[in-house]
Nanobody, 115 residues
Framework: QVQLVESGGGLVQAGGSLRLSCAAS????????MAWYRQGPGKEREFVAQ???????RYESDVKGRFTISRDDAKRTLYLQMNNLLPEDTAIYSC?????????WGQGTQVTVAS
C-alpha cells in the first residue's frame, strides 16, 4: 500500500506561482509512475503531468512550458512547480501513483487563481 499526501495549494493572483508537493509513504519503492491530475469546477478530472522512474516526463498541452514536474526519491516526494498561473488553472490538484498492480490517489489540494 502507498499513501499520498499533497500540500502547497492556495490562492494566488494570475501570473503568480505555486509549488505543490506530494509526500509518499508505505511501499513507495513499488511506484513506477507518478503524476498530477486536476479537476476544475464543473469539469471532469484531467491529466496534468507525469514522471516515470526513468525521469521521462509528459505534460498536458495547456500547461507545457508553465508547469514542471519533478521528484526527489530520497525524500519520496513529487513536486509540481506552476508558473504563470491562469484563472483556468483553478482546480483541485491530486497526486497519482501507479505500481505494477495498483493505482493510488491523494486527497487533493485546492489551487485558486484570481484574475
Amino acid at each position: 500500500q502507498v499513501q499520498l499526501v499533497e500540500s502547497g495549494g492556495g490562492l494566488v493572483q494570475a501570473g503568480g506561482s505555486l509549488r505543490l508537493s506530494c509526500a509518499a509513504s508505505g511501499d513507495s519503492n513499488s511506484i513506477r509512475i507518478m503524476a498530477w491530475y486536476r479537476q476544475g469546477p464543473g469539469k471532469e478530472r484531467e491529466f496534468v503531468a507525469q514522471i516515470r522512474n526513468d525521469s521521462i516526463t509528459r505534460y498536458e498541452s495547456d500547461v507545457k512550458g508553465r508547469f514542471t514536474i519533478s521528484r526527489d526519491d530520497a525524500k519520496r516526494t513529487l513536486y509540481l512547480q506552476m508558473n504563470n498561473l491562469l484563472p483556468e488553472d483553478t482546480a483541485i490538484y491530486s497526486c497519482y501513483a501507479r505500481s505494477m498492480f495498483d493505482i493510488y490517489w491523494g486527497q487533493g489540494t485546492q489551487v485558486t487563481v484570481a484574475s
